[in-house]
């Protein structure tokens, strides 16, 4: 398997805005946990009117900090990647208080985690954005211009977004420096997951900027190594079919011979994912449904 080169050294402090760059402030949330690493890092875009990505969770603490970062600024947007419980819940409350719009993809429908196997945050109930945005839209404060870019996979519905003064991209959960990104169906889809990580791959950003931990900067070879790892643990799921492993427990059972077996039913899931996309480009086939209870052969 490919080696990623995480990078999982990650200074940071809560609840204060820090400064990143010229056009940019984190303030990272309290909601450190399994799927959050050290917590959502909140992005402010901008120095006098500012963007937000991705406002995170409801806590006291977090409002407290969001409310003195916006202290003589004028909130103008709020945007969001996705619609997971860790990245959104804020956006309603910051926008009525501030008195402006939340911008966001809405998922696409029957596109959610029935899963039953808790991969990642879960998902925000509340989400709505006010304004439906999608690839490629750009929006302008006075000193800075964002636009969107879709990266379905991670959700149907990610956004990524870019900050054209900075060559910068904010990423979401869809390219993450300290884990791999969770790509579980039907929300998830790993054959959009890989287009989409070689549509940012193209579009040679300097620096990528994750909600959760550290930036990347040596974003090329980062990306290609996320992409090399999704494609060999592909080819060892193609080995499995060939050795007649037809069901998906036996192909975690004899490809993911080091994790603890509590993390099985989140491998079976990723695996479930790779099956779908092998099936999708023919090098698979499946006798009843393409979930845990399908049975599936190499062509
Ligand atoms: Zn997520």
């Not at 940071?12 to 303030?27: C, D, H, K, T, W």
């Not at 120095?47 to 990505?53: G, L, S």
């Not at 169906?185 to 549509?199: A, E, F, V």
């Not at 079976?268 to 049975?295: K, Y």
């Amino acid at each position: 398997m490919t080696d990623i080169p995480f990078i999982r050294t990650h200074d940071f402090a809560y609840g204060i805005a820090e400064p990143q760059s010229r056009l940019v402030n984190r303030i990272t949330a309290d909601n450190p946990g399994p799927f959050t690493f050290t917590g959502t890092g909140v992005f402010i875009i901008g120095t006098r009117d500012v963007a937000i990505i991705d406002p995170g969770p409801i806590t006291p603490a977090h409002t407290k900090a969001l409310d003195i970062a916006l202290e003589n600024k004028t909130l103008t947007h709020i945007f969001l990647t996705h619609h997971h419980a860790d990245h959104s819940p804020m956006a309603k409350p910051l926008a009525t208080k501030y008195g402006c719009k939340v911008y966001g993809k809405p998922p696409v429908k029957g596109a959610v985690d029935g899963s039953g196997v808790q991969m990642d945050a879960g998902d925000d109930p509340g989400f709505a954005p006010d304004i439906s945005i999608d690839d490629e839209d750009e929006f302008f404060g006075s000193n800075w211009s964002l636009k969107t870019v879709h990266t379905p996979g991670h959700t149907s519905n990610h956004l990524c977004f870019a900050l054209g003064e900075e060559n910068t991209l904010f990423s979401g959960d869809h390219i993450m420096g300290w884990a791999t990104s969770v790509v579980i169906p039907p929300g998830g889809h790993m054959g959009d997951y890989l287009t989409s990580l070689n549509k940012v791959k193209d579009q040679n950003y300097d620096i990528i900027r994750p909600t959760h931990g550290p930036a990347i900067t040596d974003v090329s070879p980062f990306i290609q190594a996320y992409i090399d790892h999704r494609l060999d643990r592909e080819e060892q799921v193609i080995a499995a079919l060939r050795i007649g492993h037809e069901i998906v427990i036996d192909m975690v059972t004899h490809i993911y011979t080091d994790i603890d077996k509590r993390l099985y039913p989140a491998a079976a899931m990723s695996v479930v994912s790779h099956l779908i996309h092998l099936c999708e480009t023919g090098r698979a086939t499946c006798v009843g449904p393409m979930t845990l209870a399908g049975q599936f052969f190499a062509t």
